[in-house]
């Protein structure tokens, strides 16, 4: 079974730009959550969408958001970038987490730099 | 909101002896203990988990403690070997409930000496 696919793996952009992250989970899973990792903060969550609804939310401001496709493949969007947003971005997949089992299971990130 | 504190941030240990390392956390609702190892350029890996129904669990060389008493939970690597080389993640959560987001602690460093 593949497992959580990320894509681009790798990302440069400059200040006051946007970004676009993909996410594809684990074939079966329906929820899917994303965080930030940096050396400064470690590993902060995001947001976790289940069935196209955001269930879950970080302490992160207005400029990241996300969503979830029917097939529960996720995007997550940063607008007007700053330089403190450089961090590898992990996608993380699971059944549900409602569901008793809260098995999280991680792709390999996309690391974002901005300039 | 959750809290969960990580000891030691580096670890170094020859090839063969045994690792440990220590979380505690703060909400006593979280029920569901992670441990992740993240490798250099990779996302982290989970190795093992526990639920708080239960006190250990083994798989092979590793094994997991968990306290609820003491609010604390440790990782043991024993016969260690170089390629257990990675950061380890120790990770809290509230199982069962729309609440399951994952609080992580900062992270070990294990560097196995051959």
């Known amino acids: 079974k593949a497992g959580v696919t990320q894509t681009p793996r790798y990302l440069i952009k400059t200040r006051g730009q946007q970004v676009t992250l993909s996410c594809s989970p684990i074939?079966?899973?329906?929820?899917v959550s994303w965080y930030q990792q940096t050396p400064g903060q470690g590993l902060q969550f995001l947001f976790e969408?289940?069935?196209?609804?955001?269930?879950n939310k970080g302490n992160f401001p207005g400029r990241f958001s996300g969503r979830q496709f029917s097939n529960s493949r996720s995007e997550m969007n940063v607008s007007t970038l700053e330089l403190g947003d450089s961090a590898l971005y992990l996608c993380?997949?699971?059944?549900?987490?409602?569901?008793?089992?809260?098995?999280?299971?991680f792709g390999p990130g996309t690391r974002l730099t901005v300039l | 909101g959750e809290n969960v504190e990580q000891h030691p941030s580096t670890l170094s240990v020859q090839e063969g002896d045994s690792a440990v390392i220590k979380c505690t956390y703060s909400?006593?609702?979280?029920?569901?203990f992670p441990w992740y190892k993240q490798e250099l350029g990779k996302g982290p890996q989970l190795i093992i988990d526990?639920?708080?129904?239960?006190g250990e669990k083994k798989d092979q060389r590793i094994a997991v403690t968990l306290n609820k008493t003491a609010k604390h939970f440790s990782l043991h690597i024993t016969e260690t070997q170089p390629e257990d080389s990675a950061v380890y993640f120790c990770?809290?959560?509230?199982?069962?409930?729309?609440?399951?987001?994952?609080?992580f602690g900062r992270g070990t460093q294990l560097t196995v000496w051959p």
């Open positions: 909400d006593s609702a979280s029920n569901y």
């Open positions: 969408y289940f069935s196209e609804t955001q269930r």
């Open positions: 993380a997949s699971s059944w549900t987490v409602s569901s008793g089992n809260n098995e999280q299971f």
């Open positions: 990770a809290a959560s509230i199982m069962g409930s729309t609440l399951g987001r994952l609080y």
């Open positions: 526990i639920r708080s129904n239960v």
């Open positions: 074939s079966g899973h329906r929820s």
